[in-house]
């Protein structure tokens, strides 16, 4: 990593006592900023700490002399020196006199993007998001000199206070090929950007800061004519934004949705709900947590609609260490499930044995985040066993030493079936190394997992539960994808992609090669042609038992199939969602 600087033209432009303290100083070269307040002492600010320069308050004369030696002050009251990244900010009185300064020390840092270089090549829009001073402006610079230099492309720099490019009318060389487009009043942003992209044929616009509603409109007008946007935002994480409503555009706007009756019923969740309205302006989003640890939303849209219906994020963590070595780790979230529990917990009911956890309190704790490092699922998913719930595998019921769970809850996890197929429950579990033992009492169950239809038509059994605090989750079917979702919910889990090479496993497990072809066709009828074409498919004819298959196949991606024809020609029809 390599870091260029002009320290000295900074310094050059404070008073002369305050130069040689500065000049002298043993923490000079990581110097932040300078603070020059009337009738106070004047400030140096470093990375993690600041001091005083002079036990003398600083003077009127000082300020003047100051504001002599830069640059003029615009709109937004920022100045520069020419050909430098330095930044003077002005604070004034009441009558528009300066009266303070804040004198930003400005660094070009080539190497700094090594994190998400791989990211920048793709050609996504990417937002860059962190609070101030955490180094989102040096990014933006090294980005756009990459984005010229390295890939050969035609970038255009909306520089309204300067600071990307430097003072002056000379472009720094920090921004390599780069075009840079200076704005003569900050509220006029929007107009430079739009023409920008209609007067100089870019291919990549840069842009710091946007702040308004005008500029974020701006954005997505630029991101709609094909152009990559490369750009920062206020805002310290993707949630800010969404609460944002004059920059919730960017992440794609949010709206209130009314759903029917059979959606809310299957989505579990109220009839108004919060939705995306559009897609996002910006494809990736990139959280500067720290100078050396960025997060990373590889699909904006995904994060945004998984927070509108109460799920945790799923992103990537990107570190560098003093070597410069890079790591990517991924934050793996266990999100509160209700799971469709049926018995409540009431305090004053008696209970027929101890119980413990999460039964006795009567809520979930969700589970601490791990990072751990991406690699396949099934490897993810059994290091998420060892190092989480501490689980054998032996699944003898008198040789089990039970342990507790995340939630208080004894792993594994003893379920009770009733009405669900036995076999596809011990397939499901086998396959997915899930830490769940069936067992034929219910008095040694920690929950019972049951077909809906039977728990509505069976009130000893819901006494029975509630009795002995044991929760009820159901499905609606015996079907591999019902039952998969029920565990899963069970064990308060819901990310979906960890296992979904597992789950399509479950569906061919001992298949016979008719079966698999069948299944293979559907896969790639919903993977090619209806999930992103929008359009409905039919498959060839098959047997009535294969058809099912099908059914449970497409049941897995959670779209709707019907069968239709005559035998022997009787086939599926998949629709979109």
Known sequence: ??????????????????????????????????????????????????????????????????????????G??????????????????????????????????????????????????ILMLGRPGVGKTTALREIARVLADDLHKRVVIIDTSNEIAGDGDIAHPAIGRAR?????????????????????????IVIDEIGTELEALAARTIAERGVQLVGTAHGNQIENLIKNPTLADLVGGIQAVTLGDDEARRRGSQKTVLERKAPPTFEIAVEMLERQRWTVHESVA??????????????????????????????????????????????????????????SSGQMVALPQ????????????????????????????????????????????????????????????SVLTLPVVLTKDIDSADAILALRSHVKNHAKLRQMAKAR?????????????????????????????????LELQLFLHNGSDDEMDALEEARLAVEQIVIPKGQPVELLPRSPQVRKMQHELVEHYRLKSHSFGEEPNRRLRIYPA
């Open 302 to 359: 995904d994060t945004v609609d998984n927070l509108l219906r109460g799920r945790q994020a799923t992103p990537q963590t990107r570190t560098v260490d003093d070597h410069g070595k890079i790591a990517v780790s991924r934050q793996l979230a266990v999100v509160n499930g209700r799971g469709g529990q049926l018995a409540t917990v009431e305090d004053s009911f008696p209970s027929a044995r101890p119980s413990n956890g999460w039964r």
């Open 469 to 501: 605090h044991v929760p009820i989750h159901m499905i609606k079917s015996s079907t591999i994808p019902q039952i998969t979702r029920g565990l899963r919910r069970l064990l308060n889990m819901d990310d979906p992609e960890m296992a979904d090479d």
């Open 76 to 125: 937004d009251n920022r100045a520069g020196i020419e050909q430098t990244l330095h930044r003077i900010s002005a604070i004034r009185n009441r009558t528009g006199k300066i009266i303070g300064l804040t004198c930003r020390f400005g660094r070009a840092v080539f190497g700094t993007i090594g994190m998400i270089r791989d990211l920048v090549e793709t050609g996504k829009s």
């Open 1 to 74: 990593m390599t870091i260029t600087d002009d320290l000295q033209k900074l310094l050059d432009i404070l008073p002369q006592d305050l130069q040689q303290v500065l000049e002298s100083h043993p923490k000079r070269d990581s110097l932040v900023e300078v603070v020059l307040d009337l009738g106070r002492r004047p400030e140096a600010r470093f990375p993690n700490q600041a001091e005083y320069l002079s036990e003398i308050p600083v003077t009127q004369e000082q300020i003047d002399d100051c504001i002599e030696r830069v640059g003029i002050f615009g």
């Open 180 to 204: 840079r487009m200076q704005v003569a009043h900050p509220e006029q942003q929007h107009q430079v950007m739009i023409e920008a992209v209609e007067n100089h044929m870019p291919e990549v």
């Open 370 to 429: 791990l990072p751990v490092e991406r690699v396949t699922g099934r490897s993810e998913f059994d290091r998420l066993l060892d190092e989480s719930f501490n689980y054998s595998e032996s699944i003898d019921l008198d040789a089990v030493t039970r342990v507790p769970g995340p939630n208080g809850e004894d792993l594994p996890l003893h379920v009770y079936p009733y009405g669900v197929s036995r076999h596809q429950l011990e397939q499901v579990i």
